[in-house]
């Protein structure tokens, strides 16, 4: 059983930081993708930051320059450091993760249960 467990999430005020994490347990072999999503009420489910197990980043437009997506390997660990939060930052956050379970198992995807980020004064 692997389980993706998001935590950091809670309310700030606009301008303000917060720093994210997803802690992923379990039988795990080999992480490659982790991902941020976030939904806020009446919109889609939408892709904020992505890292590969290498390093190498992407972000979407609306969060470029605010937010930094990392991870630590090592403890399989996925973190989201936000800056300058916005009202339009506001929703649930989720981790999501490709994964091997086992040597040559294929890769399955996992999600979090969220944390909810509010940005409001």
């Known amino acids: 059983q692997v389980q993706l467990v998001e935590s950091g999430g809670g309310l700030v005020q606009p301008g303000g930081s917060l720093r994210l994490s997803c802690a992923a347990s379990?039988?795990?072999?080999?992480?490659?993708?982790m991902r941020w999503y976030r939904q806020t009420p009446g919109k889609e489910r939408e892709l904020v930051a992505a890292i590969i197990r290498g390093g190498s980043t992407n972000y979407a437009d609306s969060v470029n320059g605010r937010f930094t997506i990392s991870r630590d390997n090592a403890k399989n660990t996925l973190y989201l450091q936000m800056s300058s939060l916005q009202a339009e930052d506001t929703g649930v956050y989720y981790c999501n993760a490709d994964l091997e379970q086992s040597p040559n198992s294929g890769l399955d995807e996992y999600w979090g249960r969220g944390t909810q980020v509010t940005v409001s004064s």
């Open positions: 379990g039988r795990i072999f080999f992480i490659t993708t």
